[in-house]
């Protein structure tokens, strides 16, 4: 534990040294003595606790890119974690957990509660780039809404120290670059002022960030390069009221801290963007409990660090402009490069981390490896100015007398300097000042007999408690070179002591820490009775009142406070024996909030007339429960909902993927084709003449379609009706008869055959139902889509003829299993059909054609051949058919001449009538 506050006990008054020694061209204002209160609050609180949450809150607003144009905010908050990370590190045993929010008009939490360091610092590392590097200002909220980071802050920072167990350290870092604005983008006006209020009125926002222990840390970026009147201009009235909203003074903000005893706040400007990383930087060695140091000019090339031995260890922050060395030399002459990750140097300990340039350089040791000059050897075109911060590393500690603080005296108390145990040397110091205060009263702090700090808890009058609250903060000078240390903090209960002859009750402060109104928060009180080798032991009581005084309870709210101690309430116990007794409290109503009160409780000694009154501190804290069944219900509720939205966002996609496209330029054509296990040859024309002709091919009217109808072909498709990630496949079918399609593998099935979306890639075959012949050549209608973009078009026509002849192409075509495909499916068309209900999607059956009567057999000779965009008839293949025009199918989406209205013949074509098949 002493190690742990080691690390902590020393903090930093002002942080002027830092800031001012930003270059020329960087305005920075010191920071103030509230803001110094603040880190030092917060140092004292880790160094108790053990466990700090920190809320990084990190405006998103349009602003922004006024203040901020490079985002140089990222590599800062990089910088922070890189701090809080090393926190860990050097707290040995300190937990510190970190989350990341942005805001603007709405707050968003980024990354969840974690270390900064480990798997889940790179997690808050690679947010920090993908939401604040890569942002642009098209993308940005344009509104600055303090209510929400700091609220939101609060409750996530509640919700986290919740689920830890033991007390809690709590800071939220919040950095912005723009004056409060929920207007925009009209004028400031009424909604912003009525902002501003719920933020700053008292009980407000702002104060119930410093009810509950939050030290609101505001890191500002004003740019002085935004001119007054640009929309994103921020007025020197504005800066003071941030600087209020975090420190609570100057422009009123809330209850000041100071008069409250609240939670302290610190403001950190800067109005250069350039200087945003150092700023972060320095305010995480704030944190970890570093005073600032003088700022370091390179002009040399050799920069020397005086260290003193009550110096723990210091920091440097500094900015490499180019790759070339940066030495360190320790007092002895050994030598580590200051960019290497971690090593050790004359028993000290050096680590370093750093990114895009900027390194914190770390240096710990003992006075013995610390006390003397350290070198740091760089070009001045490689570092320019380093920062320095300085580590006290001891502990202020109170010395008590031996026996305690006896009730009914005046009790002197001393304050030492320790490290791990062991006071520090007063050699060590020109000056050490010590200011106290006793239950907040603050007491006079003189010189003792032997020259350390003391101070005197007066107990004389009658009555008081069992333990005694002091807070005690620090400031030192070293001896040589005079280096400012401090302020370090320290809050301790100190237990009083009964005088000889009474009982005694362990431990002398009671926390029955978090309960709701519907069950009783208790705990254990050990009553002790007086030693048996004392003079004169004998029985003594004790008695536990139940009339507690409250000092701070949630309005409204009735405590009750009970115990098993009997009816009296009073316990009696023999010499050198204890008891328990067990404390319970409940409250009349739900509410949120801490309480702290104490129990009366009367001590009776040995003798009759010994009986003293004192008492208990006690603390608790109220909580609204959660109603599991409902949460978990609404958990249930949105996990279904969200299911059921990505469902339907499948379901719709893969219904507008999966479709039919047909551009432009594709166009169709339907002919009359003999298919034979060598190949297809066009009816009526001579063998090796080409099967498709240019003017076979008439445009499509372009679409992206579920179903469309080409050629006397339906298109369709089928597929998943309730699991999205199944893919939709196109079918084919038609009511003149079965249809193959062109493939290795000819996809067939009945009167619907698969096919690919893009039709060009394969052709289709139409078989003619009446043919008797099942041996012989297959009569078919070949329907064959290509895409003319470029006006290709004789060249398209001739690769396909190409493919029809080879089998090869965009499909290598089996022909004997097209065939034989397209003879089983005539075979089955013939037999008895049952009614199929898988049917393809949205399909609009056409009405059985009315049959004409039959009549003579006809020469074919008397058939003229079909005509480009022909929709056919596959009876156009039976040599039984009167040669009268076909009736128009009125199946194609374009224009086709109705046959009817056909030149002489009923066909639409000219030219002789082709020699028809046998």
Known sequence: MRRRIAAFAAFVALVVAVLAAAPASAATEPLSPAGAEAFSQVAGCVAENGRLLAAIVVDDSGSLQSHDPENLRAS????????????????????????????????????????????????????????LRNRGGGQMEQQTDYRLALSRAQQSIDERAAAVPGPTCSVVLWFTDGALDVDFPDPVGAATEAARAEVCTHGGIVDSLREAGTHVIAMALFNQQVPEGHQ??????????????????GSSCGTDPAVSGGAAGAYLMASDPGQLRALFSGAGALIEGATAGPSLDNTDGTLEIPVDSAVGGFRLILEALDEAPISLAAPAGSTVDARASGGRISGATVTSSGSDGLYVVDVRGEPSAMAGTWVVEAAPTTVRVIDLFYFWGAVIEPRVPAEGLVLGQANTVTVVAERGGVPDDAAWYDDLIVGASVGGTPVAVVPGPDGAPSFVVDLTGDGGRTSVRVDLTATAVTAGHAIALGPASRTVELPTTLPVGFPTVSPSALDLGRFYHEEAASGTLTVHGVPVDQVGASDTRVCLGTGAVWDRTPEGVVLAVATDAGADGCVTVAPGASRDVTVTLTASEAAEGVIEGVIPVRFEGTEPDQVHELGVPVAASLFRPVDESARWGLVALFTVLALLVAWIVAMVGRALTDRYRLGGDVRVASVPVRLT????????????????????????????????????????????????????????????????VGSTEPMLDARRAPTEFAVTRQPFFVASPTQTDLEGPIDAWLVVFIDGQGGAINAQVEERNRDLRTGSGLERIDWESVAAALRQAVSEAAAPQVEVRDAPTRVKRRKPRREAAPEAPVPAANLAPPTPGFTPSLDYFAADRDPAPMPDQGRSSSSTTPLSEAAPGGHPSPGGPPDYFG
């Open 232 to 249: 994103h201009f921020v007025s020197p009235k504005d800066h003071e009221r941030l600087q209020a909203v975090a420190e609570g003074t």
């Open 677 to 740: 296990a060598d190949g297809v040859q066009r009816v009526g024309a001579p063998a090796g003449d080409p099967v498709l002709r240019t003017d076979d091919f008439r445009n499509v009217s372009p679409r992206t379609a579920a179903t469309f109808d080409e050629g006397g072909i339906d298109f369709a498709r089928r597929g998943p009706r309730f699991w999205p990630y199944q893919q939709f496949t196109g079918v084919v079918s038609s009511p003149e008869g079965p249809v193959a």
């Open 76 to 131: 800062a908050v990089g910088a922070i974690l890189d701090s809080l990370g090393g926190l860990e590190v050097a707290g040995d045993g300190v937990e510190v957990e970190a989350n990341l929010a942005t805001f603007g008009k709405v707050y968003t939490e980024r990354v969840g509660w974690g270390s900064p360091s480990g798997a889940h610092g790179d997690a808050l590392r690679s947010a920090v780039g993908e939401y």
